[in-house]
């Protein structure tokens, strides 16, 4: 059974800190990673995709991704009220067309 | 990107009535999903709605509660039928784009009686 985990939080950051979210997963045959952010009562929106490892700069947004050790990160600075949300991880396996999805870290950034 | 519509966007229903949630793409895509949502829980697979043949269903979903057509590119549909309580949920449509990156439709909320 091919999963990904993540800590389901809430996680509350203080706004203008760096919030630090982690997934891991169990498939090594795992090649694209993406992160969502979702909203209450919202889709889920794509924020980040990352595909090597090291380090994937978007704005606020940085993915991190280290496939020895399974796991994938998204940091997010300078963290704003507007950024608490549902983060879900999603993992998609080379030659397949499944996504697979964490159960997702809710993220809470105090004014 | 693919942009991405549903309707309808919420409904309640009665328990053993069906409900048909259409999903439009703005442009052809080649794979196509539906999810389901349920409070508070992740996204799971119902099946990948496959453009002339029948959809492929995963395990625990199966075409006569979930029917599901695709007649082109850029649209399908999920029925939801004979429903119950346990079906509500949020159902959200998904396709690929061309470099193979899923996007989201808004979801359709359904809240069965």
Redesign the interface.
């Known amino acids: 059974q091919k999963e990904v985990e993540q800590n389901s939080g809430p996680l509350s950051v203080p706004e203008g800190a760096i919030a630090s979210l982690n997934c891991t997963y169990s498939d090594r045959g795992s090649q694209s990673f993406f992160w969502y952010r979702q909203y209450s009562g919202k889709s889920p929106e794509l924020i980040m995709s990352i595909y090597s490892n090291g380090d994937k700069e978007d704005g606020r947004f940085t993915a991190q991704l280290n496939k020895a050790s399974q796991y994938v990160s998204l940091l997010i600075r300078d963290s704003q009220p507007s950024d608490s949300a549902t983060y879900l991880c999603a993992v998609n396996t080379e030659g397949t067309y499944k996504y697979i999805f964490g159960t997702g870290t809710r993220l809470k950034v105090l004014a | 990107?693919a942009v991405i519509s549903q309707k309808p966007s919420r409904d309640i229903c009665q328990r053993g009535t069906s409900l048909t949630i259409q999903c439009q793409v703005d442009s052809q895509v080649t794979?196509m999903?539906w999810y389901r949502q349920q409070p508070g829980?992740?996204?799971t697979?119902i099946a990948?709605a496959n453009q002339g043949s029948e959809a492929t269903y995963e395990s625990g979903f199966v075409i006569d509660k979930f029917p599901i057509s695709r007649p082109n590119l850029t649209f399908s549909t999920l029925t939801v039928s004979n429903m119950s309580p346990e079906d509500s949920s949020?159902y959200?449509c998904s396709a690929?784009d061309r470099e193979?990156?899923?996007?989201?439709?808004?979801?359709t909320r359904l809240l069965v009686l």
């Open positions: 990107s794979m999903f829980q992740s996204l697979l990948t949020i959200l690929w193979e990156t899923q996007y989201f439709g808004p979801g």
